[in-house]
């Protein structure tokens, strides 16, 4: 039954990747400039100009383009960069793992935060922490990730002379220091996606405690603890579960600003350049990948819910 299920959602998930790559074809053509252009500046001559789009393939009409563009996605190849002339699957190689740990530490540091804190407020309803917890979670949806990130770089460098880890440490040479430096942007990066969990997990888990189911536990007389945690988080997880795999696009498009902020090589620094120079490829390339990657989740998440409620499968 689950590998059933699995298959018609592999089934639902071939008409969004289709229609996500007219539009990720589409949106970079309609980015003000040229990148012909920008390449010859604006001394060249309309012949050049001509000349280069022609080389590059970019005069002939938008279908055909289009079409050519996804026989070679369907082979693997993403073409390659206008700039470096280098193939676009390789720069996202290089690139992926940083921007893959980032957004991983993000979603730690939000489960983290949002689990327990969310629990807490449910648990203590209407008490002191269950109203600081809800402030720090508004707080925390209304602060911008891009705004924070600047804040914690040049509050501290003026007050204290210090300021955050810039640039990129390798895993290999230092570690510690390559852990150590990615913790304060997935820390900025986490903390929307921890709010709006918290407010969540505190709505559901409240609901689940009021359930009949609830009520016989605790007449059994069981510890608070196991009938807020077995009884009542293990049935409101999955609403949570749904948001989380929302909040994931929300955390892959908070990596462009956050990877450019600190200067870490990472796929979002990599599209916020290729955005600049108009490098149609690139940009195709990432957003392919984005997209992919948000159908690929979303469909673990359906899985999962079939794992945990049998009854979705039917």
């Known amino acids: 039954m689950l590998k059933r299920y699995l298959a018609r959602r592999l089934v639902i998930a071939i008409p969004s990747l289709l229609i996500a790559s007219v539009i990720v074809f589409t949106l970079p053509r309609l980015i003000p400039g040229d990148a012909v252009q920008l390449m010859l500046a604006e001394t060249s001559y309309a012949k050049?100009?001509?000349?280069?789009?022609?080389k590059l393939g970019l005069d002939r009409a938008l279908p055909v383009q289009y079409a050519e563009w996804v026989a070679h996605v369907m082979r693997g190849d993403l073409g390659e960069s206008l700039w470096t002339r280098r193939p676009v699957l390789d720069e996202l190689a290089h690139r992926l793992p940083v921007s893959a740990e980032l957004a991983l530490y993000a979603t730690v540091i939000a489960l983290a935060i949002a689990l327990p804190i969310g629990v807490?407020?449910?648990a203590r309803q209407d008490s002191l922490a269950d109203y600081v917890a809800r402030s720090v979670a508004i707080l925390g949806l209304s602060l911008p990730s891009f705004w924070l990130a600047t804040l914690?770089?040049?509050m501290p460098a003026?007050?204290?002379g210090w300021r955050p880890v810039t640039g990129f440490t390798d895993l290999?040479?230092?570690?510690?220091?390559?852990?150590?430096?990615?913790l304060l942007p997935a820390a900025i990066l986490g903390i929307a996606s921890a709010a709006a969990l918290m407010r969540l997990t505190r709505g559901m888990l409240l609901e689940a405690l009021r359930q009949d189911y609830v009520r016989t536990a605790q007449a059994k007389g069981l510890a608070q603890s196991v009938v807020v945690v077995k009884h009542g988080l293990r049935n409101a997880v999955i609403p949570v579960?749904?948001?989380l795999g929302t909040q994931l696009p929300l955390i892959l498009g908070g990596t462009v600003v956050i990877e450019t902020i600190f200067g870490l090589p990472g796929v979002g620094r990599f599209l916020f350049d290729a955005i600049n120079q108009r490098?149609?490829?690139?940009i195709q390339g990432v957003n392919l990948l984005v997209v992919s990657t948000v159908v690929l989740v979303n469909l673990g998440v359906d899985v999962l819910y079939g794992v945990l409620d049998p009854r979705i499968r039917y």
Request: net charge negative.
């Open 48 to 54: 050049d100009i001509d000349e280069l789009r022609a």
């Open 120 to 122: 807490l407020a449910a």
């Open 152 to 154: 914690l770089i040049v």
């Open 158 to 160: 003026i007050w204290w």
């Open 172 to 182: 290999r040479q230092d570690p510690v220091g390559h852990i150590v430096q990615l």
């Open 241 to 243: 579960i749904t948001l």
């Open 279 to 282: 490098d149609y490829p690139v």
